[in-house]
């Protein structure tokens, strides 16, 4: 019989794939002593179970009944019992935290009689009724999906009738009288009664967290964070403890270090008599744990021991959230925390001062992406400024864009180009798209806690929020600037995550500490430190070399700046265009040989330009240069246009000669599938003069430097490679010039004539082809377009979208490598070469050569480098390491 549930005291830490995070961290803390209140966990096999057949696996409810047994034994009390009820919470847990996405029902076992039972028992009739309709929202939103609207409103308009605009100013009758008016919203909304019956309420519960791990916010959410659909989510049934039982209750949420710096010392928000999501809702102002200490020192000291607690056994800064029950400490919560990159990096490094871990273990602590977004440009220091607000720096970065007032807006106006900033009061889960899509989030309430800081932080976005002097009007599109102004829909501001400044229009940009360090300046930052630590010691511990795509000479040497060791893709293609395209329309028109070499003769000393200028940067290190690889007709004009030209020309009278000549050649050249054309080395085959002249000036580039002292790596790839055959014979020519410019120069070059490997049937012969290539460079991006036979420029945008809602993929294939089926092309062509040239160098330049997961899939195939874009190149170093020791990506 399966398992489906779990006691706490059953489980531990590591069985997050089983108990969820927060299951297997509940379960934890209760074996660690702490003060958890006492409840189960009913397993993701469960979900898993539940999702499949759309109904509960039978076994379920005879489980949950044990373990509520028990429960209730340990407790002493009864399910919704009406004279002493013992009430439960029912909380989301997956694998991986879903801040916000997943539901939560509190005070599950009250009913029109236990309310009485627990008024009597607590002596408190207020909080009892509080509990009540707590209870009752909860379930009618989340269970019963009624629109939470209709019980905000008829709370507001509790207060209102009260004269006030506190929760806590509403007593006992008002509570009594809401909790009748909830009654009425749930039998208008859902037709039904709200269900008197604890166990019901309890089922109902569970089922309604299974069902939300499919809704359209989390699977949105999935995507972006990349977490696998079939998952599901465990559900946490913990007897209820009561932060809204008075002014010496309340609850709250800490970080055993601060989330947005990475500062030591404790960090966090407290808020008096509040229950649930109250303290991260933004409905009234928390204090700080400092404030904390003074209102209940007892429960601080606690609180201040546990979190040491924590930290020194999760080694690692870890989220809590906590109740006090009249004076009593109660731990709900904890996990390894969210962090800033910067945060990520400086915890890091004062984590490893302090002797909590070791190097290898810094290194999985941070990760390329967060590295990626500490290279993000930030405000210039100098620029004028019209400051408006200053609010929280919850989540940093520089971010400038049109104020939109709500998510729609936010999404179509990105949709159509611009860049937004979502402006809100605060965030709830149903803001979502428009925080996606947002270059940042400001709200003008909340702290460092609330929603929009938290779900920004974990997507890396720049957020500003509890900005209190922005009066935030989202129905009337209007903000009212406090000491005067306004800002209307569509007015350009500026925010910075990183000191919670707010600036009127668009404050110009300058580039981050982090790059002004790969840039080589001497830049004194903490999180500079930091970051130089970890370089260092990734750079120790790779196996994989990285060099750069890069096709100028200022691009490579900014890639030598950033760490790049040599060049792995140089496209020689852009080197054919501005001024130059007219010299490849004159190849192509060219009537005779005499016309063509003419014209190649032209294009030579301009490439050998480009080449020397490469080598130079690049000195010492080896440079792939790739021969021309997109069809001729990419460097003449448009077909349709130049038609339509010709066609109103002769109408008036006479076209221009040339015109009709090149459009006989663009008509000739006309391809429906020019992907799977006239390109690569096809192109090389049928006008071999082409790569013989970018060999040649590849070559006396590398002629020249070698006269003027430097050393010179070049490596030519031919690209687009099929057969061996095809290979051997632009080699043939290739190395005929290697000869003459060797035997003409009086020199020997170090070059090597090698091929992408960027089709299937390379991939699958690339035995034989190793046999004439000195090394191999897979082109993932070809490779992933005919593998999956996507035309890469156009499926992005016209079907993606449908394949990430039916799961087909999480990710792109064209951004992360495929790599059950792409990626076992590579493996089986690295194979199959080194097969034939044990010491055969393997590489690959395709986009995916700087994405994480690729790169930690090519150090399990053991490539030799990956090549990626200069600005990617330290975070494929940071990464290519992180693979070495096996970390996630
Ligand atoms: C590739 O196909 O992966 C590649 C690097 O070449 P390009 O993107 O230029 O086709
Ligand atoms: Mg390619």
Redesign the pocket.
Known sequence: MTVYVYDFAQGNKDQKDLLGGKGANLAEMTNLGLPVPPGFTISTDACRAYLAAGTEPSELAEQVSARLSALEETMGRRLGDAADPLLVSVRSGAKFSMPGMMETVLNIGLNDESVHGLARLSGDERFALDSYRRLLAMFGSTVLHIDSEHFSRALDAAKSARGTTADLDLDADDLRALVETFKQIIRDQAGREFPQDAREQLDLSVRAVFNSWNTDRARLYRRRERIPEDLGTAVNVQTMVFGNFGMDSGSGVAFTRDPASGNQGVYGDYLQNAQGEDVVAGIRNTVSLADFEKLDKTSYDDLIAIMAQLERHYRDMCDIEFTVERGKLWMLQTRVGKRTPGAAFRISRHMRDEGLIEADEQLSRVTGSQLASLMFPRFDASADKVLLATGMNASPGAAVGKVVFDSPTAVAWVERGEDVILVRKETNPSDLAGMVVAQGILTSRGGKTSHAAVVARGMGRTCVCGAEALDVDVEAKVVKVRGGGELREGDVISIDGATGEVFAGAVPVSPSDVVRYFEGEDVDADVVLAVDEVMTHADSRRRMKVRANADTAEDAARARRFGAEGIGLCRTEHMFLGDRRELVEHLIVAEDSAGQEAALDALLPLQRADFAGILEAMDGLPVTIRLI?PPLHEFLPDYTELSVKVALAEAAGGADPHDVRLLDHVRRLHEQNPMLGLR?VRLGIQIPGLFVMQARAILEAAADRIEAGGTPLPEIMV??VASVRELDVVKRDILAVAEEVQAARGVEIDVKVGT?I?LPRAAFLADRIAASAEFFSF?T???T?MAWGFSRDDVEAAFFSKYFEHGIFDVSPFESLDQRGVGGMVEMGTQKGRATKPDLKVGVC?EHGGDPASIHFFETVGLDYVSCSPFRVPVARLEAARAVLGTDA
Do not use: R
């Open positions: 690889d690569g690209p687009l992408m960027e082109g991006n070809d490779l377009q395709g």
